[in-house]
């Protein structure tokens, strides 16, 4: 499973959106969302969220994202370590965007994921696609509240 993921913010804070393009076995699927007021870090944890909560079943997956905060998060072990340290950072600060974290480390004891970065606008297809879902998911109507969202 392959799977490209960004998140989107008009204003940090702002209204935001998330787009995910998975493939898998020449299929592919697109997913969106949009939140009133969030901000573009948590739009990138959410995409890879709703990514993982879409599969059916346990997979090994990989994901390329052109956030480093998240990836770095997961292959530098700094999910690990927030979780051994109550959920602070290493300065002994509450760690930020605690909710979706526990939601994508519960996510990542369930399927095997690897990630990856790649730079984000320089053209390549899936992020671009990725951004444009995330950027017209957060222009949408009838944003749904980031209940998590912490201003």
Same mark, same amino acid.
């Given at each position: ?6 998140? *989107?913010?008009?204003? %940090?804070?702002?209204?935001?959106? +998330?787009? *995910? ?13 949009? +939140?009133?007021?969030?901000?573009? %870090? ?18 090994? *997956? ?6 480093? +905060? ?14 051994? %340290?109550?959920?602070? $950072? ?6 930020? %965007? ?23 606008? $320089? ?23 980031? $209940?998590?969202?912490?201003?």
């Amino acid at each position: 499973m392959l799977i490209h993921t960004d998140g *989107a913010c008009l204003g %940090n804070p702002g209204p935001g959106g +998330y787009g *995910a393009v998975l493939a898998c076995d020449g299929h592919n699927m697109e997913l969106s969302g949009g +939140y009133k007021l969030t901000t573009n %870090n948590r739009m990138e944890i959410l995409a890879v969220i709703a990514a993982l909560e879409s599969l059916t079943e346990t997979c090994d *997956a990989q994901v390329v994202t052109d956030s480093m +905060y998240v990836r770095d998060a997961i292959e530098k072990g700094w999910l690990s370590k927030w979780k051994r %340290n109550g959920w602070k $950072t290493a300065a002994k600060t509450d760690v930020k %965007n605690r909710d979706l974290w526990v939601r994508l480390d519960g996510l990542l004891a369930k399927h095997k994921v690897k990630f990856s970065w790649v730079r984000g606008h $320089t053209g390549h297809p899936e992020n671009e696609r990725c951004d444009e879902l995330a950027r017209r998911a957060a222009q949408g109507r009838e944003l749904a509240p980031d $209940t998590g969202y912490k201003p």
